[in-house]
Every structure is written in C-alpha cells, then in structure tokens.
C-alpha cells in the first residue's frame, strides 16, 4: 500500500513540499503558469545571489536575539495552519463577476510566484551553504515559503487553474543580485508582505461582508511569518553596519521608492478586486507604507516622506504611465511606448528626489508584530 501522500502546510522540508507539488502538476494549467512565467517590472522575479558571501555571515554581534528568533520558528507554530478545514468556505468561482474573477485569480498567480520566489531563493541557500546558522535559517524560511505558496495553489486548482510550481523552478529566468541588495529588497518585501496581509486581515474583521473569499481568513497566521522572516534580515543586516551607512543609504532609498511604487502600481491594476475587498486602493497603499516605514526604522536610517506633495502624484503619474505603456505596447505603437517610458522615468525621479526623514537606529532591532 502506498503511504498517504502529506498535505503541504504539514512538511517541513522545502524539496519534499516541492515533490509534492510536482506530484499534483498533472493538473497544473498551462495559462496560469504562463503568467507566472513572464518577466516584467511588475511581475515577481527569481532571484540569485552570491551564495558564498551569504555564507560567511558571523551572526555573533547579534547572537542573543537570532537564538531566540530561529527558537521561536524551529517551535513551527504555524504547521497544519495553511491546509483548507471546516473555515474554508464554498467559492463560487462560476458566479463570480468575470472582471473580479480574472482580477482575483491574477492577484492568486502573483502572489504564489512571490511566495514561491522566497521559497526557491531560501532553498538554494540552504543547499549550498556550510554556515549551521545561516542554513538552518533559510531552511525554516523555505519551509514557511513552501507552504505559502502550496496553499495559495490549493485556492487557484479549485478555480481550474494552478501554477506548475516544479516547472518554473527549472525554465524560470534567475536575476542576480548581490547579497545587500538581497538583503534590502527581501527585507522590505517581507515587511511590506506583512503589512498588507494585516491591513486586509483587520479590515474584513470590521467588514466581514467584503470577504469574498475564504483564503483571506488565512491571512493572521501567514502575516507571522513574513513579520519572523523580516526579522531575520534585519538582524542579519545588523551584523554589519556598513550596510546601513553611508552610500548604502542611497540605495535604501532606492529599493524603498522602487517596492513601494511598483506596489502602487500593480494594486492599481485591479480595481475591481480592491472594490469586491471594500478596499480604496489609495487609502490601503498609504495604509501599507506607513506600516512598513514604521517597521523599517528598526534597521534603516531613513523612511521615505509619503505625505510630501509630490509623493502621491509622483505614484499616479507612475501608474498613467504605466497603463499608457501597456496600451501601447499591445497596439504596438513604437513611440507611444518610447514617450510613456520616458514619463515612468521622470515619475521615479520625481519621487526618489524626494527628501528622506533621517532617524536613530535603536540598539535592538528586534519588534513584535504589533497591527
Ligand atoms: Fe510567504
Ligand atoms: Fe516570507
């Protein structure tokens, strides 16, 4: 007799999650996973780094608070959480308005390719690394991701579609970059994934009405993780000072006006979810950023002034442009396309000129999720 196949929220081990997604391919749809696929500023990227470097990092300095940190997620307090139960609602994906239906399921893909991204990325660390410290941390990580990632595919089958998760671990495009730049973005998209996963979390608590679809109860638990995954990267920022200072701060700005536009962006692509949510996509990006800025002073010397004048039209010029840009390229009108870039461009300098609110950076970094 063949023994049960295990549910994905109950694996710990991020390959044998993976066989067991590879297992359930045959059912995978081709159209989701072409979307999963694709390459753009707004889509979720693979990521590859120096591995080496990664593993050279002493955790020391900072030793009293990652032994608590790897304790609290070697305890798994969320294994058995991301599986569907008694919660999980009936979805009525056939008499779901088409627009929000297309909308939602895009919103579906995405995140699972962003999940997943963590999950191949923490993985291939764990596997090439040496350091005790530094493997086993991104081994509970790809852990988390793995699960996240399977349980937002669960969601997606059930609508007759899923991403081939095995398949884009092989033909995916990998982007390098190097391991302080893994360190900022990853940092902020945990942070930033926690923040929007509480905000939609504490809003359909108040409104229940607007949750048109069970995963969302899911979204406490999952928010945890990414804050403990956050955690980790500010600590492992706080090994080396260098990266906090000087130049580096430059590209802290950088990374923090380029995730929290690309997220202006892309949540502007789907009004009919934000509506179906109750949600004002503009109301919930100044919701979101105000979180992760107050996140974010645990570690960054700066946070961005998102209540400047030019900040907000600085991201609605961004995102004209971009709409204007996908128009024209689907028309497949050359300079439309050249004078829409141009202007995407001149709305990212507009807002990365902006001056920063500089700060102290408390001794500890360590913060408790709070929202
Ligand atoms: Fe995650
Ligand atoms: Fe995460």
Redesign the pocket.
């Known amino acids: 007799m063949n023994a049960p196949i295990k549910h994905t929220s109950e694996i710990t081990d991020a390959e044998e999650s993976l066989k067991v997604q590879e297992a359930q391919s045959v059912l995978d749809s081709t159209s989701a996973t072409e979307v999963a696929m694709q390459n753009t500023l707004l889509t979720p990227r693979f990521y590859t780094t120096d591995f080496d470097e990664m593993d050279a990092i002493d955790v020391s300095p900072v030793r009293e608070d990652w032994d608590k940190l790897i304790a609290q997620m070697v305890s798994d307090p969320n294994k058995g959480h991301f599986k569907k139960n008694e919660d999980w609602d009936h979805v009525d994906w056939d008499g779901m308005e088409p627009g929000l239906k297309k909308e939602f399921i895009d919103f579906l893909i995405s995140s699972c390719t962003a999940e997943f991204s963590?999950c191949v990325l923490y993985k291939e660390m764990k596997r090439r690394g040496n350091n005790k410290d530094i493997t086993q941390l991104f081994q509970l990580?790809a852990r988390?991701?793995a699960r996240h990632a399977g349980f937002i595919n669960d969601a997606l089958r059930e609508a007759g579609v899923a991403v081939n998760l095995g398949f884009l671990t092989q033909k995916k495009k990998y982007t390098y970059f190097r391991p302080k730049f893994i360190y900022y973005a990853t940092y902020l998209s945990?942070k930033i994934?926690y923040a929007r996963y509480i905000t939609i979390f504490r809003h359909l608590e108040k409104h229940p009405e607007h949750r048109f679809h069970p995963i969302f109860k899911w979204f406490q638990e999952w928010c945890n993780?990414?804050f403990s995954?956050g955690e980790a990267f500010a600590l492992l920022m706080k090994t080396d000072p260098k990266l906090t200072q000087g130049m580096n701060v430059y590209w802290i700005k950088f990374f923090l006006t380029a995730v929290y536009s690309t997220m202006y962006v892309r949540d502007h692509q789907r009004p009919a979810f934000h509506d179906a949510l109750g949600v004002d996509p503009d109301w919930y990006a100044h919701e979101v950023f105000t979180k992760t800025s107050k996140l974010s002073e645990q570690i960054f010397p700066i946070t961005l002034d998102i209540d400047h004048p030019r900040w907000q039209s600085g991201l609605e010029k961004m995102q004209k442009a971009n709409a204007d840009l996908a128009k024209a390229a689907e028309e497949g009108r050359f300079f439309a396309k050249i004078g829409a870039q141009v202007r995407a461009v001149s709305a990212f300098v507009s807002l990365i000129t902006i001056p920063a609110k500089k700060h102290q950076v408390p001794a500890s970094t360590r913060l408790e999720p709070a929202y």
Do not use: L, V
């Open positions: 963590g990580m988390d991701e945990e994934g993780d990414e995954h």
